[in-house]
């Protein structure tokens, strides 16, 4: 039998789902959050220092989408721009999860094979949570550790609506893929056991919040581990991007066509 040539690749080289090893997970969990939303907690927890310094948290004003510019077009141009960059996190995950035997959109639990029960998960998700939110706004409103949030300061133009709910699928998306569908991944592959994966995630989640008060915090920390545990029962991120779309289009939507008399965004 031939010797096999020294050139060749090995078997262990050739392998395409192979788990990467645990310092390389580590330095791309540290470099996709420090690019995104671990970056996003860093700043939420200096603004809300420097919120706590000027006064009660019960006194002040979240803006959770502003104007940009004061021109009309120049505004929607940064408007799209930003959305359009915030997502790139989300690109780069799926370039770091794919070429490993299965497409990066199915490790993540994107799928479209069932579309009528993705919906009403999305639709039954956001319900739960959309009453929650209000509830623990409302709250937090009444304790004075909330700051009044004004979902949408845009001011009305053609493109308003538009922008609004691409605002909130960007939210849905950037936060869904990475805080569970890719974390969830990558956590397990550093065999992280599911109570701490659950763990770890809602609380990232509630920390990129925290510039709101700490009643968002607590909010979203409860939201997560619902989203996460939900993860965990059906392994799909879709129903998830669906849902946290959905609530931020009421809240943004809803407070930019019929003012603070409807819900809030997040």
Known sequence: MPAESAS???AVDTRTDATPPKRRIT?????????????????????????????????QTTTLNPVLNDRPYFDLAYQVLGIFFALVPVALV?????????PALRRLGITFDRPVRTVGLGMGL????????????AGGRALGITTALVPAALDAYWWTVPVLIL???????????????Y??????????????????????????????????????????????????????VLPLVLAHALIDTTGFVGFALLGPAIGIGG
Do not use: C, D
């Open 27 to 59: 330095a791309e969990l540290l470099i996709v959050f420090g690019l995104s939303l671990g970056q996003s907690a860093v700043y939420s927890i200096v603004n809300l220092a420097e919120k706590l310094t000027r006064g009660p948290l019960a006194a």
């Open 167 to 181: 605002s909130a699928v960007r939210h849905g998306v950037l936060e869904e893929v990475l805080v569970v569908g």
């Open 8 to 10: 060749a690749p090995s």
């Open 94 to 102: 799926l370039f770091l999860l794919s070429g490993h035997g299965t």
């Open 183 to 236: 974390l969830f991944l990558r956590l397990r592959e550093l065999g992280w056991s599911t109570p701490a994966i659950i763990l770890t995630s809602a609380v990232l989640r509630g920390s990129y919040h925290l510039y709101q008060g700490f009643g968002p915090f607590v909010g979203n920390v409860l939201m997560g581990l619902l989203f996460a545990w939900f993860y965990t029962r059906t392994r799909r």
């Open 126 to 137: 956001a319900a739960i949570i959309g009453v929650g939110t209000l509830g623990v706004y």
